[in-house]
């Protein structure tokens, strides 16, 4: 049991890095689709229909088996399964962001405006507070079912949770008992991300 619950460190850190590279980059994909420039609002576009519509696990090959083949850069498991994660999880944090900008209320951007706030200055200390509020519980969902999906990283051969249960269960060929402690650990794992996202949506409306 000790063996599989090292894997928890390694889940985690795919999960954290992963969430992390994913807000940053739908937040940037989320402002290009918001933005007035054209070229790169079909960028975002494009770049979010491509990672939306197809497999995850067929990414996170293609990044750590395809890439070393065209360009020559290989990538450690856990770097390669961080990336692919990162990127996947970009679009669909990206979709969730422009709705959540969109629901601000527009009189608040034209006041803004008027006063002539800075278009960067309004997004950053007017509208994208607000849209944080809004998205919170999407995003957190996002966060926990990027949590259930990294045990995909296992085809690769990271050590985590997922992996270390299959080795136990070949050696011991209790896969019965190895499979559902894997279980038990991302239930708890899921709870914990629950847990931390309704307090994190308390302590917001107390804001208010």
């Known amino acids: 049991m000790?063996?599989?619950?090292?894997?928890?460190?390694?889940?985690?850190?795919?999960?954290?890095?992963?969430?992390?590279?994913?807000?940053?980059?739908?937040?940037?994909?989320?402002?290009?689709?918001?933005g007035r420039i054209k070229l790169l609002k079909i960028f975002a576009d494009v770049y979010t229909s491509i990672f939306r519509g197809t497999p995850l696990v067929l990414q996170l090959m293609l990044i750590f088996f395809g890439l070393p083949q065209a360009t020559g850069i290989t990538f450690e498991?856990?770097?390669?399964?961080?990336?692919?994660?990162?990127?996947?999880?970009?679009?669909?944090?990206?979709?969730?962001?422009?709705?959540?900008?969109?629901?601000?209320?527009?009189?608040?951007?034209?006041?803004?405006?008027?006063l002539g706030v800075p278009y960067r200055q309004?997004?950053?200390?007017?509208?994208?507070p607000q849209a944080l509020k809004n998205i919170?519980?999407?995003?957190?969902?996002?966060?926990?079912?990027?949590?259930?999906?990294?045990?995909?990283v296992t085809v690769i051969g990271v050590m985590d949770v997922m992996r270390r249960s299959f080795m136990t269960a070949s050696n011991t060929y209790a896969y019965l008992e190895a499979f559902m402690f894997a279980g038990l650990i991302y239930?708890?794992?899921?709870?914990?991300?629950?847990?931390?996202g309704k307090l994190i949506e308390r302590r917001m409306r107390r804001s208010d």
């Open 136 to 152: 919170l519980p999407a995003l957190m969902n996002e966060y926990i079912t990027l949590t259930k999906e990294s045990a995909i």
């Open 122 to 128: 309004m997004m950053k200390d007017i509208i994208l």
């Open 77 to 114: 498991p856990v770097t390669a399964a961080i990336l692919a994660f990162g990127l996947n999880s970009g679009a669909y944090i990206s979709e969730v962001i422009r709705a959540g900008i969109m629901a601000v209320d527009k009189g608040q951007r034209e006041a803004a405006m008027a």
């Open 2 to 34: 000790d063996y599989i619950l090292a894997g928890v460190k390694v889940t985690l850190q795919v999960v954290s890095l992963a969430g992390i590279i994913g807000f940053i980059i739908g937040t940037l994909l989320a402002l290009c689709k918001i």
């Open 187 to 196: 239930y708890v794992l899921v709870m914990i991300l629950t847990f931390i």
